[in-house]
């Protein structure tokens, strides 16, 4: 690493193990502060070891002493913190601290671990080190992924510009704005790489990406709406580095990375064995999945059919050189969900496992039974009850 090395090994183990999960009133002490400063340092060693692709220590450090879970309720707890006390200090009339960079500290905590989780997150062996937390960090990263959404619909992320107020708190708030798009667009990283473990996940932890979550449906609307980019004055333009930026004709052609991640998280769900045969092809469902192939289209068109030579290009050398070319995923998802294929594969409505009616409920536990009221349900269980007691067994033994 040379002169760019933060941290000698010693010293990164000695952070590690040092890491521990706070309480919403310790958030902003001494020892906080000094976690945060770790943290930072921790964060940016795991980005120049990734640079420089010598081997990656803290990732390896994370596993070893098993703190992603601590990761993941540090960043729960400080999201928290941001929606719950944040508003708050903001709406006091009387609260008017000459320095607010404590306060930037703890809003800037949430970013700072997140970007860490998003660049150790690319080795697989991460994502099961995290164990029953990885549910809470899917559940994170949909709330994240919702923002998105719900940001396409107010115009995006605010203008750079529209930082400058009249208080310092304001002016606090307005960063807390901007700050929270980039850490949504590393959510969708984090949760990408979740997907590419798929085939290896808990029933558990798929049944919340596709059932409780349904993120495919998400990832659809994260496409169709593109909430990173916009047109202004005839001229693209993307959100990178907090603020939005005019994108060269020469680049206008090029698959943007948040692009990329959509699609690939979008193939590992679809396309994975495990998934699929745990997905429920609802009649919304199927009407968002078949907007794919019309959006690779529009995509293709607007890019004056260079799509395919670019995809293949941004995938081998941006993401992994194991990732396939887009153009030929999307069209095996075109031809995987045509309506009549899936119309073959998943009917209109199950059956209830009692009394054969239309059923649109399913048993929680065991996931392969469903049934058309709570009545039913509970008139089955005699029968039903041993099945589905060794089936959550086998899912926790997995």
């Not at 941001?82 to 306060?103: G, S």
């Not at 593109?226 to 580095?241: A, I």
């Not at 603020?243 to 020469?250: E, F, L, M």
């Not at 609802?282 to 959006?295: M, N």
Request: charged share 25%; with cysteine.
């Amino acid at each position: 690493m040379g002169d760019l090395e933060l941290l000698l090994p010693g010293e990164a183990a000695v952070l590690v193990r040092g890491l521990r999960s706070f309480p919403l009133r310790e958030i902003g002490s001494g020892g906080w502060n000094q976690q945060h400063e770790n943290l930072e340092k921790l964060n940016m060693q795991a980005i120049l070891d990734a640079t420089a692709s010598q081997g990656e220590p803290i990732q390896e450090l994370l596993v070893t002493h098993g703190k992603i879970p601590t990761l993941v309720e540090e960043l729960i707890a400080v999201e928290l913190w941001k929606q719950k006390v944040f508003p708050v200090l903001c709406r006091l009339e009387d609260f008017k601290p000459q320095n607010t960079f404590p306060i930037y500290m703890v809003v800037h905590h949430e970013a700072s671990i997140i970007n860490l989780l998003e660049t150790v997150f690319f080795h697989k062996e991460v994502c099961e080190s995290a164990e029953d937390a990885v549910l809470d960090l899917i559940d994170y990263c949909h709330r994240k992924l919702t923002l998105l959404v719900a940001q396409s619909s107010r115009g995006g992320p605010p203008e750079e510009e529209e930082c400058q107020s009249s208080t310092p708190m304001q002016e606090l708030q307005k960063q807390a704005e901007l700050m929270e798009f980039e850490i949504a667009s590393k959510a969708l990283s984090v949760l990408r790489y979740i997907t590419d473990c798929v085939d290896s996940l808990s029933l558990s932890t798929l049944n919340r990406m596709l059932s409780t979550h349904d993120l495919p449906c998400l990832l659809v609307e994260l496409l169709e709406h593109n909430p990173w980019s916009r047109r202004e004055g005839g001229k693209l333009q993307q959100f990178e580095g907090g603020r939005w930026q005019t994108v060269a004709p020469s680049e206008q052609q090029k698959l943007s990375k948040l692009d990329g991640q959509v699609w690939i998280a979008l193939y590992n769900l679809l396309l994975s064995h495990e998934a699929r045969a745990r997905y429920c092809f609802t009649s919304f469902a199927k009407g968002q999945l078949l907007k794919i192939p019309e959006i690779w289209e529009r995509l293709e068109r607007e890019n004056r059919g260079k799509w395919q030579a670019i995809a293949k290009y941004q995938l081998r050398h941006v993401f992994s050189p194991s990732e396939q070319d887009l153009r030929l995923q999307a069209r095996r998802w075109a031809e995987t969900y045509r309506l009549d294929v899936l119309e073959a594969i998943a009917p209109e409505r199950p059956r209830c496992a009692y009394c054969s009616a239309e059923a649109s409920k399913r048993c929680s536990r065991c996931q392969n039974e469903w049934y058309c009221c709570r009545e039913c349900q509970v008139k089955h269980w005699e029968k039903h009850g041993k099945a589905c007691v060794l089936a959550a067994q086998g899912d926790r033994a997995k």
